[in-house]
């Protein structure tokens, strides 16, 4: 059983960063992604990355703001988040699924199999 713990959330100002790790555990996953789900919204794509080559993807409303990154040694991903919205304002969720293709985008809750316990990040002047 794969296990997935989220740090680095918080209160930053619009226009600041933030770095959220998600540490994993217990096994592989051959994709690891991030999600986030504000107040009253459903749980949302922002990006992930393959394990295996380091292939990143994002949704459209992150991309050029928001970079997923990871250690292999120390079996963690990193999302650094730049140029911070109050609408980035969420709980952020990573989450990783064992087996999948290489050349296709997983996007969906759906094809994610383990998830971590989510850290806050509030954008906020």
């Known amino acids: 059983q794969v296990h997935l713990v989220e740090s680095g959330g918080g209160l930053v100002l619009p226009g600041g960063s933030l770095r959220l790790s998600c540490a994993a555990s217990?096994?592989?996953?051959?994709?690891m992604g991030w999600f986030r789900q504000a107040p009253g919204k459903e749980r949302e794509f922002v990006g992930a990355?393959?394990?295996?080559?380091?292939?990143?993807y994002y949704a459209g409303s992150v991309k050029g703001r928001f970079t997923i990154s990871r250690d292999n040694a120390k079996n963690t991903m990193y999302l650094q988040l730049n140029s911070l919205k109050p609408e980035d304002t969420a709980v952020y969720y990573c989450?990783?699924?064992?087996?999948?293709?290489?050349?296709?985008?997983?996007?969906?809750?759906?094809?994610?199999?383990?998830w971590g316990q989510g850290t806050q990040v509030t954008v906020s002047s």
């Open positions: 217990g096994g592989a996953s051959s994709t």
């Open positions: 989450a990783g699924r064992p087996r999948g293709n290489l050349y296709r985008d997983y996007k969906s809750r759906d094809d994610y199999e383990y």
């Open positions: 990355i393959k394990w295996s080559g380091g292939r990143t």
